[in-house]
């Protein structure tokens, strides 16, 4: 086996991803520097930028966005490094960077990229789902190296699945061709795994884009807004008007707060914040809709997420038939034991969606 | 020549003068529309003469107000009978003593003329304290004459009230004049004339015969000069107008035009958007976009307005705005913002259409963002008869007449302002013209239509479910209903076909009462067969907001289907479904009789199929809520009652508007698929039914069903809404229980 | 301005589709524009109707697809377009990313370039968003991916890239490649009047020989991605019901969230 290059846009690391790598080889961490990509000569006009950065929040980690829109000088970067070590396969994170850095990537060494995928085995053969999530497809390359972009789900699922056997949660599969004991054995050492992939300042024509401002981008309330939230958590009549619970999982995952017609009408909720067939139309990564019995006007704006979550107090509500996670009960207890639960598990580190939707 | 006779007859040549022209100018203007469907307007002369007479004669709309019909029908006959006074003051003028050659000296022509000028008297009176009243400024926008041109109508009420005094006045004189031999003429007048000292010589009572009729001619003049220089007067020219303009109605027969739309016409050519060679000039002027898409009868129609704001009372955008503007709101919802723009544009004086000082409450009309078909057809007036330099759009736009898109989105087709309009105008065929061009044309329409529209092409529903959902319904039926194309071939086979529709198929509560009606037909032995998934939706929704194209796309192809399945017989539990299937798939080659399912399941009980006994649940009282599209747009409500009244021990509380004057649930007019800052009137209508105490509340059609459940669960309440079907299922079940929902 | 907006036609996943027995899609089944490629098609609109009238300025919507992708270009043509170009070769079908972005670099450069390219951030059916990046790089441009919304200054074209966090705002000189994701502009839907008009519009279509590329550089064989065998997922319908009363419903949710990479990192505020 030969070396297998993995990106990680976290310098936190993600020892999952690393993981995955191992089971196919050698596994060398690249990690993004840290500092700004460009210099001042770069910079649209010295001071116009300063004051729009965003500084991330505290404990919260975002890919510098000079790197973010200049994907290929990291593909150059990694071009080296594949050459450097020999690399007969490179990870990326999944997501648009991911795929861009891929396809730039691919472009340079005559290679091919597979873009989210949620398993790889040792021969190579990567898990894909496609249509929406609707099949799963696998597919091998040829080419002088692979090239891949991986869902985290894919790694969490197959370091699970010694354990406990795996999930049936749709986008996780279990992993084929590497057994579960080859992957879950693999210790990691980071600090010497990780290095920093060194960047070039960049050529042309990555050099001709150029930022003009940085803001932060959330509503007065300081939560995403329905159309660009990778989750949505909706009230509904079955809130009651208290949409407390609904706020505090929503600030614990960075979610956005939507609402259905019910809770609109009763003037709980913002109209701006309706969904549904005659309200917004949304496709989020999760859609958790709570107190919500899901009619079909509701449904029509929603069932596009790629995953939908339901609390209802009703066994029979109609919401459950579409939900990949239905929970009969008290979203009331349910939503504030989750926040809680995130919060325990705060150590737990996942790659950064700051920048990947 | 005298100077009494110099001057009336100035003004009786400057009067005809302006009035020969403004008839010139409207004859023009009214040509310059473009055509309406050869015949539509004119066929069957007969029918339409004696629909005209009925409607003019017997006041059959107006009479919703009988104190008002009987008045306005008195004040209407004086009008006509009085003109040959005008004829004898003018002779008057050179010679007292003149009296109309032959008609002067019979009888019947005085003692009519006696009679009808007392009545005019009273009946203007009685029109004058009306509109007083309910004109009064502290209703605010509850008023019909909100946003009317008061000023307007008050002169052309004091210009009759003063005409009839003066007839009345010179008889009294005339009556001195003729002696004693005259006295049966003057049968009613004479003591007018005899509160005159005795002892005036002959010369002093000329003079003041003269001077009476002077005054006479001056006052019936300047009216014909002033009404001949203001065409957007139709408190007056409804005088003229309203004889052509009911004539020329939709319905041949004088009933409301309401029930299937007409064609998408241009230049009398019904436009077909499937025909590649389609001219692109015709792609221009699809709907009504600007002044000049507006055909001779919408003018006619327009100019015909009396502004008399009966459209505006019965609107339930209107009513729905007002009713939490003015007096207590019976409910805590929150004023919408719509309501607030009402309420300041109202306050705010000075404005545009306002060429008189009705101003305060004149200005809220096109500015406004609530929709009053009398504002939308005032403001559409102003556009005709208005001179602006450069042409502009009718909706949206600068302006000062422009109707805003949320007064045109917010209609619900629910047809009450033109069941209600007592000259014919044909507020619902013209809001639709409106909104085909923005749809067809301008591609300018609220973002939500625009889904329910992708979802239509797509997936032949508004919800955008998929085809292969089309049965679920029909998921826990006791038996398997024949399916065409699966279980059955041809609908030789079967009595009925029960078209399931899209509610029907996919909405839960609409799933609940196909499931009743597929069990009750069932039971009762009625053999009928449903759509697989080849079934889509009917149209309405893409009909009703202007999409001809997606409306021909679905009919057409919904008609070849039905045609060649045998289709003869339908069953439908939607209101709109009954009425797009039966009036308008005729324009495709589709003619069916379509049975909505209150009406068979009425039959059904009658013919003792269907037994029903005692509803569980303690269900005493229920109320009904008529279906705009079934009671309104096709008169049918007694079927309903009959259905309810077989029931035994349950009794009907009616609400205050139902039957063909229901209130509508806010879900009509592609209303259900898209929303908007705007009123809620489904929670509106809720209440009203709330307030009647019944225990239950009962419709006919999956909108209205949808609208009032959603209402009641927002208000909290736990009053039931259900279908009649539903009703009808749990009467005839052993427990009388209703199943859940 | 000359604007190519890219287009696909996909099939209509929620209705359904076929797999060839080679693992490839079987594009003659129901399909549709791709819904994203509405937003650049509308973009290409609106920035149309903004450049003064004299400025000649063409929208010409390209795709590379079979014969049934036609009804992809006739979309666009309704929805704008002012031509439509369709690649069409039996050479190409099962061409991967690298062969696609080939292609589209021939068409692009026979079609004498353009000053703007639009297209959607990624398809519905295979999802990868490699397309806009390769093409760029192959055409020696610039490309501002992932944008909500873009904006034309003279010769220099300016777009938001949003985030959950952050509003990037980019710019770069004409010509350029723009991608846009859902959160620009909602695309109009077309009046009757452009739905005929579109019917009128010319359509030209070409094959590998006119592009001047030779049928191996591109299709199957050429492909560096080879699929192996394709399977349903596990449907949705009917997902996993708990009961919070008996289950661990929090843990139910929280696992759900850790495995679809949901749980932001730092566990949030």
Not at chain 2, 116 to 124: D, E, H, R, S
Not at chain 2, 266 to 281: F, H, I, T
Not at chain 2, 370 to 381: G, I
Request: glycine content about 10%; some cysteine; aromatic content about 6%.
């Amino acid at each position: 086996m030969g070396q297998i290059l993995v990106l990680l846009d976290d310098p936190a690391a993600d020892p999952a991803r690393l993981i995955l790598g191992g089971s196919l080889g050698q596994v060398i961490g690249l990690r993004l520097p840290a500092g700004p990509l460009v210099d001042d000569s770069l910079a649209p006009s010295a001071g116009s930028v300063g004051d729009d950065w965003l500084a991330p929040p505290a404990g919260e980690y975002c890919l510098d966005p000079q790197v973010l829109i200049r994907p290929g000088v990291v593909a150059q970067a990694l071009a080296q490094a594949v050459n450097q070590y020999q690399a007969v396969a490179v990870l990326l994170p999944a997501g648009l960077f991911g795929a861009e850095v891929g396809a730039l990537l691919a472009l340079e060494l005559g290679s091919a990229v597979v873009t989210d995928v949620t398993a790889i085995s040792a021969e190579l053969v990567a898990t894909k789902p496609i249509m929406a999530g609707t099949a799963i497809s696998e597919v091998s390359l040829t080419g002088p190296t692979a090239i891949f972009t991986v869902r985290y789900a894919a790694t969490s699922s197959s370091v699970t699945a010694g354990s406990t056997n795996g999930t049936d949660m749709a986008g996780s599969a279990e992993l084929p061709g590497a057994g579960p004991a080859s992957v879950t054995e693999l210790p990691l050492d980071h600090s010497s795994n990780v290095t920093e992939l060194p960047l070039d300042r960049p050529a042309r024509p990555a050099a001709q884009v150029e930022i003009i401002s940085v803001k932060p981008n959330k509503l007065a309330s300081g939560r995403p807004g329905l159309d660009q939230a990778s989750i949505i958590i909706s009230a509904g009549r079955g809130t009651g008007g208290d949409l407390r619970p609904v706020e505090l999982l929503a600030d614990a995952l960075g979610a956005a707060v939507g609402a259905s017609r019910a809770a609109v009408d009763a003037g709980w909720a913002d109209p701006s914040l309706q969904v549904g067939q005659t309200g917004k139309t949304v496709n989020p990564e999760l859609y958790i809709a709570a107190g919500i019995s899901g009619a079909i006007q509701h449904q029509a704006g929603m069932r596009g997420a790629k995953l939908i979550v339901a609390i209802n107090q009703d066994p029979d509500a109609p919401i459950f038939e579409i939900a990949d996670l239905g929970i009969v009960g008290d979203l009331a207890e349910i939503l504030p034991a989750t926040a809680a639960a995130l919060r325990r598990e705060g150590t737990m580190k996942g790659p950064c969606h700051g920048y990947n939707r | 020549m005298n100077w009494f006779g110099l001057v009336g007859l100035t003004v009786t040549a400057v009067g005809w003068t302006c009035l020969a022209l403004r008839v010139g100018g409207f004859v023009h203007l009214f040509r310059a529309g473009p055509a309406e469907l050869p015949g539509s307007r004119r066929g069957q002369p007969w029918r339409r003469t004696a629909a005209m007479l009925h409607e003019f004669l017997a006041h059959r709309r107006l009479s919703r107000k009988p104190l008002v019909a009987v008045a306005h029908w008195l004040t209407m006959m004086s009008f006509l009978v009085l003109v040959a006074t005008l004829a004898q003051a003018t002779g008057q003028l050179f010679n007292p003593r003149f009296e109309l050659p032959w008609l002067g000296h019979w009888l019947i022509y005085n003692w009519l003329t006696e009679l009808l000028a007392w009545a005019g008297l009273g009946g203007i009176v009685v029109l004058v304290a009306v509109r007083l009243w309910a004109g009064r400024a502290r209703l605010g926008p509850a008023s019909r004459f909100f946003g009317s041109h008061q000023w307007r109508a008050r002169y052309v009420e004091a210009t009759i009230l003063a005409v009839v005094i003066l007839v009345l006045w010179l008889r009294g004189i005339e009556s001195v004049l003729a002696g004693p031999a005259g006295w049966a003429r003057f049968a009613t007048t004479a003591w007018i004339g005899r509160l005159y000292p005795p002892d005036l010589s002959d010369a002093v009572l000329a003079a003041w015969v003269s001077t009476l009729a002077l005054a006479k001619i001056l006052v019936s003049y300047a009216w014909m000069v002033v009404v001949s220089l203001t065409p957007t007067m139709g408190v007056a020219w409804h005088r003229f107008l309203a004889f052509p303009n009911l004539w020329t109605g939709r319905d041949p027969n004088g009933r409301p035009a309401l029930g299937g739309l007409e064609a998408l016409v241009v230049d009398g050519r019904v436009v077909d958007l499937e025909d590649p060679a389609l001219d692109e000039s015709v792609l221009e002027r699809l709907g009504a976009g600007w002044t000049a898409d507006l055909t001779w009868r919408d003018r006619l129609a327009l100019a015909t307005c009396t502004e008399c704001g009966r459209c505006q009372e019965v609107c339930p955008v209107w009513q729905c705005v007002t009713a939490t503007l003015s007096g207590p709101a019976a409910s805590d919802t929150a004023v919408p913002p719509a309501t607030a723009a009402v309420a300041t544009s109202a306050a705010a004086p000075g404005g545009p259409a306002a060429s008189d000082t009705a101003a305060p409450l004149a200005t809220a009309a096109p500015a406004s963002t609530t929709l009053s078909p009398k504002l939308l057809v005032s403001a559409l007036r102003d556009h005709v008869f208005g001179s602006e330099p450069e042409p502009s759009p009718l909706v949206g736009g600068d302006s000062k007449w422009a109707i805003t898109p949320e007064v045109l989105w917010a209609c619900t087709t629910c047809g009450a302002c033109t069941a209600a309009c007592p000259v014919g105008v044909e507020h619902v065929d013209q809001i639709i013209e409106l909104r085909r061009h923005q749809v067809l044309v301008a591609a300018d329409f609220p973002a939500g239509l625009g889904t329910t529209f992708r979802n239509l092409e797509r997936r032949s529903n508004p919800w955008g479910m998929l085809p292969r959902q089309r049965l679920d319904w029909a998921k826990g039926l006791s038996f398997e209903p024949p399916v065409l194309g699966q279980t059955i071939e041809s609908l030789d086979q079967v009595d009925y076909l029960f078209w399931v529709g899209c509610a029907g198929a996919f909405d839960e509560r609409g799933q609940t009462t196909a499931r009743a009606l597929a069990e009750l037909l069932h039971q009762s032995g009625v053999s009928f067969a449903v759509l697989g998934e080849q079934a889509a939706c009917c149209g309405d929704p893409a009909r009703r907001t202007g999409n001809e194209a997606l409306f021909a796309a679905l009919a057409s192809a919904n008609a070849d289907y039905l045609n060649q399945a045998g289709a003869k017989r339908i069953i439908v539990t939607c209101a709109h479904c009954r009425n797009t299937l039966a009036n308008e798939y005729s324009q495709f080659g589709g003619h069916y009789q379509v049975i909505h399912h209150t009406e068979l399941l009425a039959d059904l009980i009658n013919q003792g199929r269907l037994v029903p006994r005692n509803l569980g649940d303690g269900i005493v009282q229920v109320t009904y809520q008529d279906p705009c599209y079934l009671a309104r747009h096709n008169r049918q409500s007694a079927a309903p009652r009959r259905l309810l009244g077989s029931i035994p021990g349950l009794r009907l509380t009616e609400m205050a508007q139902s039957g063909d004057r229901t209130n509508c649930c806010g879900g009509g007019g592609g209303r259900m698929w898209w929303e908007d800052s705007g009123p809620r009137l489904g929670q509106r209508r809720f209440e009203q039914a709330a307030m009647t105490g019944a225990d239950m509340l009962a419709t006919a059609c999956p909108f209205c069903h949808i609208m009032l459940a959603d209402a009641a669960a927002t208000a909290g309440s736990d009053l039931p809404v259900r279908d009649l079907a539903e009703l009808v299922l749990a009467a005839v079940s052993p427990s009388g229980q209703m199943a859940e929902v | 301005m000359k604007i190519i907006v890219l287009v696909k036609y996909v099939p209509d996943i929620e209705v359904g589709y076929r797999f060839k027995p080679d693992g490839r899609l079987d594009r003659s089944g129901e399909g549709l524009l791709n819904q994203l490629d509405e937003y650049p098609l509308e973009a290409a609109r609106r920035l149309v109707s903004q450049v003064d009238a004299a400025a000649d300025s063409t929208v010409t919507a390209l795709t590379v697809g079979p014969d049934e992708a036609e009804e992809a270009i006739r979309r666009a043509l309704q929805m704008g377009a002012d031509r439509g170009v369709h690649i069409c070769d039996q050479a190409i079908a099962g061409s991967d990313a690298l062969g696609t972005s080939l292609v589209l670099a021939a068409a692009i450069n026979q079609l004498g370039g353009a000053d703007l390219i639009l297209c959607g951030a990624s398809s519905a059916d295979s999802a990868t968003s490699l397309i806009p990046v390769q093409l760029a790089a192959r055409l020696q441009i610039p490309a501002l991916t992932g944008a909500a919304s873009l904006a034309v200054n003279g010769a220099q074209v300016t777009a938001c890239r949003l985030t959950d966090n952050a509003m990037i705002e980019s710019r770069t000189p004409l010509p350029a490649l723009v991608s846009l994701t859902d959160q620009a502009e909602q695309p109009t839907y077309p009046s009757a009047k452009a739905v005929m008009l579109a019917r009128r519009k010319p359509v030209e279509v070409y094959d590998l020989a006119d592009l001047g590329l030779a049928p191996s550089s591109v299709g199957c064989d050429a492909a560096r991605v080879k699929v192996l065998g394709v399977e349903p997922a596990i449907r949705r319908v009917g997902g996993r019901l708990v009961d919070a009363s008996s289950d661990d419903a929090v843990a139910a949710l929280v696992a759900l969230l850790r495995d679809n990479a949901l749980i932001p990192v730092g566990g949030g505020a």
